[in-house]
């Protein structure tokens, strides 16, 4: 989480496209791997996957970093998962 955390502070790489380059040079982290994290985050695994594991969810994370949009895509709404659900973070 603590990436994704990251990726939202720096606003561009979370709704961005991802190169691998950018990638390893902010995160040492490959371009696919920042794409699964931020489709984990934006779908609600993460966040679920926390309260599973009874693991606090850091201040700053936030299930839809774009207000609704990502890659600039509407998000789908997938009822009682969360993903794409309002928050109630801004």
Same mark, same amino acid.
């Given at each position: 989480?603590?990436?994704? !955390?990251?990726?939202? *502070?720096?606003?561009? #790489? *979370?709704?961005?496209?991802?190169?691998?380059?950018? *990638?390893?040079?902010?995160?040492?982290?490959?371009?696919?791997?920042?794409?699964?994290?931020?489709?984990? *985050?934006?779908?609600? !695994?993460?966040?679920?996957?926390?309260?599973?594991?009874? #693991?606090? !969810?850091?201040?700053?994370? #936030?299930?839809?970093?774009?207000?609704?949009?990502?890659?600039?895509?509407?998000?789908? #709404? !997938?009822?009682?998962?969360?993903?794409?659900?309002?928050?109630?973070?801004?």
């Amino acid at each position: 989480m603590g990436i994704w !955390v990251r990726m939202c *502070a720096d606003g561009d #790489v *979370a709704l961005g496209p991802l190169s691998d380059g950018l *990638a390893r040079d902010r995160y040492g982290l490959s371009g696919k791997h920042l794409r699964n994290i931020r489709h984990a *985050a934006t779908s609600g !695994v993460l966040r679920r996957r926390a309260a599973e594991l009874g #693991v606090a !969810v850091p201040t700053g994370c #936030v299930d839809n970093p774009a207000g609704g949009r990502i890659n600039g895509r509407e998000m789908s #709404v !997938v009822p009682g998962t969360g993903a794409g659900e309002d928050m109630g973070q801004d």
